[in-house]
């Protein structure tokens, strides 16, 4: 499956937001990682589906929608709405994840299912085939900036296994803490998107930003 870097917005420029997107867009990468966080499930808020669809109709990327929200299943319409190409719920918390999974597979956008770091793999054992992508938390949810845990490596090798068991396609996308360093282990282990946030967006200046994510592509690109 084809590797991808997954730029998060959580540490961007607020106030340039329009710009901080044409930075990595233009650097040429393929998602867009947008994290949505309502002070309940996750310790803090970060923006909802009217940033999202105001920067929309300035982008091309692939829309990647991290709900870290209480009750998804309100907002599953409303996000799809506003321009998400794929939608990944938390199975934390979710009674009715099977249902949730065919909400946003019947608007005919792909799914994925998060997992934070504590929770076991077993959870998502029936619904493997259901779904497009994987996330597994590599921090726990809630801010940007924090460091790698590295007990999710086994845990990636873990859904690895699990999925070629399988016989299905399904990606493995891991967020939080992501470097060279720690992109090259998630890779080694079997997964395929990075969600890069800080490591990109620390940096002001749009060259900065694009040799961030060149660094990173090198280190996913070459075993
Ligand atoms: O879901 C998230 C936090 O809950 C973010 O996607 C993640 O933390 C990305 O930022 P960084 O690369 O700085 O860790
Ligand atoms: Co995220």
């Given at each position: 499956m084809k590797n991808m870097i997954a730029p998060s917005i959580l540490n961007a420029d607020f106030a340039n937001l329009k710009r901080e997107v044409e930075a990595v867009e233009n650097a040429g990468v393929d998602y867009l990682h947008l994290d949505v966080m309502?002070?309940?499930?996750?310790?803090s808020i970060s923006f909802g589906d009217q940033v999202i669809s105001a920067l929309r109709s300035h982008s091309h990327l692939f829309f990647d929608v991290h709900l870290m929200i209480q009750h998804p299943e309100r907002y599953i319409s409303t996000f799809i709405a506003a321009g998400a190409d794929s939608i990944t719920v938390h199975?934390?918390?979710?009674?009715h994840l099977h249902r949730l999974i065919y909400q946003v597979k019947s608007a005919n956008k792909q799914v994925a299912v998060a997992l934070n770091p504590?929770?076991?793999?077993e959870v998502i054992k029936h619904i493997i085939r259901d779904v497009d992508m994987v996330l597994l938390m590599s921090v726990n949810p809630g801010f940007g900036g924090q460091r790698f845990i590295p007990e999710v490596i086994p845990k990636i090798q873990e859904l690895r296994d699990m999925i070629e068991k399988s016989h299905v396609e399904v990606n493995i996308e891991v967020d939080g803490g992501i470097t060279p360093e720690t992109a090259k282990q998630c890779l080694d282990a079997g997964a395929n998107i990075f969600v890069v946030g800080s490591y990109i967006y620390?940096?002001?200046n749009d060259a900065d930003k694009k040799h961030a994510i060149k660094t990173i592509r090198r280190a996913i690109n070459h075993p």
């Amino acid at each position: 499956m084809k590797n991808m870097i997954a730029p998060s917005i959580l540490n961007a420029d607020f106030a340039n937001l329009k710009r901080e997107v044409e930075a990595v867009e233009n650097a040429g990468v393929d998602y867009l990682h947008l994290d949505v966080m309502d002070g309940e499930f996750a310790p803090s808020i970060s923006f909802g589906d009217q940033v999202i669809s105001a920067l929309r109709s300035h982008s091309h990327l692939f829309f990647d929608v991290h709900l870290m929200i209480q009750h998804p299943e309100r907002y599953i319409s409303t996000f799809i709405a506003a321009g998400a190409d794929s939608i990944t719920v938390h199975v934390e918390g979710n009674a009715h994840l099977h249902r949730l999974i065919y909400q946003v597979k019947s608007a005919n956008k792909q799914v994925a299912v998060a997992l934070n770091p504590a929770t076991p793999l077993e959870v998502i054992k029936h619904i493997i085939r259901d779904v497009d992508m994987v996330l597994l938390m590599s921090v726990n949810p809630g801010f940007g900036g924090q460091r790698f845990i590295p007990e999710v490596i086994p845990k990636i090798q873990e859904l690895r296994d699990m999925i070629e068991k399988s016989h299905v396609e399904v990606n493995i996308e891991v967020d939080g803490g992501i470097t060279p360093e720690t992109a090259k282990q998630c890779l080694d282990a079997g997964a395929n998107i990075f969600v890069v946030g800080s490591y990109i967006y620390k940096h002001r200046n749009d060259a900065d930003k694009k040799h961030a994510i060149k660094t990173i592509r090198r280190a996913i690109n070459h075993p």
